[in-house]
Nanobody, 114 residues
Framework: QVQLVESGGGLVQPGGSLRLSCAAS????????MGWYRQAPGKQRELVAT???????NYGDSVKGRFTISRDNAKNGVFLQMNNLKPEDTAVYYC????????WGQGTQVTVSS
């Protein structure tokens, strides 16, 4: 059984920064993909960023240049540094792992508002 536990969400003003963390535990293959998706009210879940175990990254167009994804392979952790946050970044952010089955965290709320 694989579990994903997220932390780091909260309320921030426009232009501010937040860092999300996710720790994975359980039966995880060394070759995998971890990442973040988000879902705003009334919208579909969308890609934020993913990072493979070989460090190959992929970003959604709306966050390129502002968000940075990283990982700690030894601890099965993935991180998302979010800078220059905008109100449209407000959403529930979900940690994601493919190993090779797909798993999701419970989500953490990020609210960008003045």
């Amino acid at each position: 059984q694989v579990q994903l536990v997220e932390s780091g969400g909260g309320l921030v003003q426009p232009g501010g920064s937040l860092r999300l963390s996710c720790a994975a535990s359980g039966s995880i293959f060394s070759i995998n993909v971890m990442g973040w998706y988000r879902q705003a009210p009334g919208k579909q879940r969308e890609l934020v960023a993913t990072i493979a175990s070989n460090s190959l990254t992929n970003y959604g167009d709306s966050v390129k240049g502002r968000f940075t994804i990283s990982r700690d392979n030894a601890k099965n952790g993935v991180f998302l540094q979010m800078n220059n946050l905008k109100p449209e970044d407000t959403a529930v952010y979900y940690c994601y792992l493919r190993t090779p089955s797909s798993y999701w965290g419970q989500g953490t709320q990020v609210t960008v508002s003045s």
